[in-house]
């Protein structure tokens, strides 16, 4: 397949048409499963991986659901290409490390995706826009049960779905939300919310997952627990708060535009100049830009923009998405260039329209 | 207070911890705290680094170095030891061999120990009636120790798969 294809048809989750889009990007859920008489990949050798693997290729060609599919093998891609996925929130950082006996199946809406051989021998992953956390459950749910036909799983009924990690062990589900709260971050407000957040069992993170720090006041919350609730369960638990922080942000908006209206008009203002008149541009700075942006035209102090365009630059403008637009890996400061470059003309474009 | 682990020293560490709305408390003298794993930072810091959550849970002290590196799973062959240095588990055998080390772990990491959410719709029916044989001797020793709420959640679950089994 052509990845150079992917970088000008976003995924469908990016097209900001679900609920509360404008702060919720994307709902996403993964479930781990493994199969039963085979060791775990942390541990299985080269070709114990690849039996495993043709097993699951085969049962995922049966499901009608990755009948329009890419089939990717990890190991033979590049360094550059791995960044690439793993940008998309296709791929994780494990997998980003590459491997033998490693695949990606992605259908080409990129809503539906699974690994294969990451930590478990499968995981599977949808991905919606907005916020619709149970929607997102009731496709993966259906994608599971169509794949189970075929794959004898791990799974015990005291312990439910075993998995590699015992953090996973049970429903082997991690339902997430992304989530943009600039207000909560300029009010100071975002380290007693997270705190809160995890005392209900919940964690919050950077934009790529694990272990990475929150760029551009992006955020993701998901569930810690996996064992001991049902999956509607703890799907309804991560919905019910995640609207709550989205609540709690609102205001904090509201807030923000009634006392210092100058200064955010300001802040907005300069953020959408640099943007749409900027020669050179880092990536962090690029993130803090759109995520100003994307406060500004929310609160109408800006020009209105697409939600699909908002959100599809802050993919566009990521470093190895600029790369294989060009189709070659380029030294930083062509990177910025480019990048500037790409901001300027999309969000003049849309400004015409 | 005295201690809830060993009922005889002073309970002088108080923990308590939410997990999904639920407050859950413990009262443990120093010494069975240190054992639990308690002290260790990692139960104050959620770092979620798993092999600091299982090395943090069983300390030396509770599991004898030689047995831990000695029982082997018997379908993949390690040992606890194996699996808690790099904090993966090997197979879904291993589950069942080092249950005595995984439910505390699993107990502290969610809260719980029993799944309740959904099973594989072709899950085979000797399974189904060996796990409900199983559940049923849990059910009678749960009666015989007077642990009524265990009891009830025994219950419930054979009647769920008496229930799928005749379905």
Redesign the interface.
């Known amino acids: 397949m052509n990845l150079k294809e992917m970088v000008s048809s976003p995924g469908y989750w990016l097209r900001g048409d679900g609920p509360e889009a404008m702060i919720v990007f994307s709902s996403r859920i993964r479930l781990a499963r493994n199969l039963k008489e085979f060791v775990f990949p942390p541990w299985a050798q080269s070709s114990l991986l690849k039996s495993v693997a043709e097993k699951l290729l085969k049962a995922v060609k049966k499901a009608v659901y990755f009948k329009n599919a890419y089939y990717i093998e990890i190991g033979k891609l590049s360094p550059l290409e791995r960044d690439f996925l793993l940008e998309r929130h296709l791929i994780s950082q494990e997998f980003n490390k590459g491997g033998e006996e490693r695949f990606l199946v992605v259908e080409k809406k990129e809503i539906l995706s699974l690994m294969i051989n990451e930590e478990d021998h499968l995981r599977l992953q949808t991905i919606f826009s907005g916020l619709q956390l149970r929607e997102t459950w009731d496709l993966i749910n259906k994608v599971d049960d169509a794949l189970e036909e075929n794959i004898d799983y791990a799974f015990s009924s005291q312990w439910g779905y075993l998995t590699a990690c015992p953090t996973n062990t049970g429903t082997g589900l991690r339902a997430s939300c992304m989530l943009h709260l600039p207000a909560l971050v300029i009010s100071g407000k975002i380290n007693e919310l997270l705190k809160e957040i995890s005392k209900l069992g919940l964690v919050a993170r950077g934009l790529y997952g694990e272990g990475t720090e929150a760029q551009g006041d992006f955020f993701q919350i998901s569930n810690q627990v996996t064992l001991g609730l049902t999956e509607p369960q703890i799907v309804d638990n991560v919905e019910r708060i995640v609207r709550e922080v989205v609540n709690q942000e609102r205001r904090m908006r509201e807030i923000l535009l009634k006392r210092n209206r100058v200064q955010m008009e300001d802040e907005v203002g300069r953020a959408y100049g640099i943007l749409t008149h900027a020669h050179l541009m880092n990536t962090r700075t690029a993130m803090n830009l759109l995520s100003r942006l994307r406060l500004g035209v929310d609160l109408n102090l800006l020009p209105k923009i697409e939600t699909a365009l908002l959100n599809e630059l802050l993919f566009l403008v990521a470093p190895a998405h600029i790369q294989i637009r060009e189709g070659k890996t380029l030294a930083p400061l062509f990177r910025d260039e480019l990048r500037a470059k790409i901001l300027r003309e999309k969000l003049n474009e849309s400004s015409k329209r | 207070m005295l201690c809830q682990i060993c009922g005889k020293r002073e309970a002088t560490f108080h923990f308590k911890e ?4 639920k407050i859950r408390e413990l009262h443990l003298c120093e010494e069975c705290a240190r054992k639990k794993g308690f002290l260790s930072e990692s139960f104050f810091i ?1 770092s ?1 680094s ?1 092999s600091s ?2 090395g943090g849970f069983t300390g030396e002290a509770e599991i004898p170095f030689s047995i831990a590196s000695q029982v082997q799973c018997p ?2 062959g ?1 040992t606890y030891e194996q699996i808690r240095e ?7 055998f291993c ?2 061999t080092f249950k005595d080390y ?1 439910v505390p ?2 107990e502290r ?15 085979k029916m000797s ?2 009636e060996k ?1 409900i044989h199983k559940l049923r001797k849990e059910l009678e020793d749960a009666v015989k120790q007077e642990e009524y709420e265990k009891a009830a959640v025994l219950r419930d ?1 054979i009647r769920k ?1 008496e229930k799928e089994k005749s379905e």
């Open positions: 939410v997990i999904n709305d959620p979620f798993l959550l299982i379908h993949c390690l790099k904090g993966k588990i090997g197979c879904s589950y069942q995984l772990l699993l990491i969610h809260g719980h120990t029993r799944h309740l959410g959904k099973a594989p719709r072709g899950l399974e189904k796990e679950k798969l």
